[in-house]
């Protein structure tokens, strides 16, 4: 079975501190990601340079979420992180600037 990686690309909400945002992460998002048996492995990473064609979206963050099977991740984010994204998006992001990309690795 191939592996998955999601990455999220994220955009903080005007007002929202990078410091607010990361402490939120620390104590909620990894908690509930670990909490979540098709994760592999999730990491969000603060962005620190962009190229020039990237740079006008704006993003701050992007996520690396590395998953077993995407139907059960689906199905346990519903379940397990549905106030998680609630939390986030009515907090922290904006919505209208979160995508997804979806991979799977090329073995060497």
Known sequence: MPRIVRYVLAK??????REEYERFE?????????????IVSYRTHRLTE????????????????????RAAYERELEEKGKQLL???YSKY???SYTTSIWSELIEP
Not at 12 to 17: E, N
Not at 26 to 38: E, G, L, T
Not at 54 to 67: K, N, T
Request: net charge negative; no cysteine.
């Open 26 to 38: 620390r104590a909620v998002d990894y908690v509930v990601s670990s909490q979540i048996k098709s």
């Open 93 to 95: 992001l904006d919505r």
């Open 50 to 69: 962009v190229g020039e064609r990237l740079a006008p979206m704006g993003w701050d963050y992007i996520e690396r979420i590395e998953i077993t099977d």
């Open 12 to 17: 903080m909400k005007p007002g929202v501190s």
């Open 86 to 88: 609630e939390d986030l």
